[in-house]
C-alpha cells in the first residue's frame, strides 16, 4: 500500500488552508499536493483533497478509469470513504477521465432547503492556467479573473453555467492538474 500524506496532521492542516484559498478566490490556482503518493491515474492533488475531505461519512462516487482495485483499496485504507454506484448518492465525486465524464448536474445539487448537502465533483484536467481562458466573476472574485482548462469536456463550460443558474442549488467543482488546483463553487459565473 502506498502511503497517503507524510505527516497526516500538518499535510491535512496545508492541504485544507489551500483548498480554502481555492475555494474563497475561485479560478485561483494553487499548488496543495507537495509530497502525496499513490496510485495512478490520479493526481497529487486530487489525492491530496481525498487525504484531506474524505472520510468514513462522506460517500465518494468514482468514474470508470478511477474504480481501479488499487485505487479503491487505496482510498479506502487512508480515507475509509464509502464508495457508492449512482452518481446522484455521493457527497464527493472523483473524475479522472473527464472525456468521459457525465454531465454536472448528474450529480445531487441539493435540495431547495439544503443545498450545502450537493456533491462536490473533483475533476482532473490535463493542464490549468490562469490569466487566460475562461471569463470568472461572482463572490470572491475582484471584478473578474481568467483561466485556462485544458482536458474537459467542450460542454464542460456549459454545465458550469448551467450549475450557476440553479444556485442555491448546485455542485461545486475542484479542477486539478497535477499538484495544483483551482475550485469553481456554484456561485461562479463561467463565461467564453
Keep these: 500500500m502506498r502511503p497517503g500524506l507524510m505527516d497526516p496532521t500538518l499535510d491535512s492542516q496545508r492541504i485544507f488552508r489551500g483548498l480554502l484559498e481555492a475555494v474563497s478566490h475561485p479560478g485561483r490556482i494553487v499548488d496543495v499536493a507537495g509530497d502525496v503518493e499513490g496510485p495512478a491515474p490520479l493526481h497529487p492533488a486530487a489525492m491530496a483533497v481525498c487525504l484531506t475531505l474524505l472520510d468514513f461519512e462522506t460517500p465518494l462516487w468514482l468514474d470508470g478509469a478511477a474504480a481501479r482495485p488499487d485505487v479503491l483499496d487505496w ?4 480515507c475509509g470513504a464509502p464508495v457508492v454506484a449512482r452518481a446522484e448518492a455521493a457527497r464527493f465525486a472523483l473524475v479522472a477521465d473527464p472525456s468521459a465524464m457525465p454531465a454536472l448536474q448528474a450529480f445531487d445539487a441539493g435540495a431547495p432547503e439544503y443545498p450545502d448537502r450537493s456533491t462536490t465533483v473533483i475533476v482532473q484536467a490535463r493542464t490549468l492556467l490562469g490569466g487566460v481562458g475562461w471569463r470568472l466573476t461572482g463572490p470572491g472574485i475582484e471584478g473578474e479573473t481568467r483561466l485556462d482548462v485544458d482536458g474537459v469536456p467542450e460542454t464542460f463550460r456549459g454545465w ?27 456561485t461562479t459565473r463561467v463565461e467564453a
Design 160 to 186: 458550469l453555467r448551467d450549475n450557476h443558474a440553479a444556485f442555491p442549488r448546485g455542485v461545486d467543482t475542484v479542477l486539478t492538474a497535477g499538484r495544483m488546483l483551482a475550485a469553481l463553487p456554484r
Design 75 to 78: 482510498l479506502r485504507f487512508h
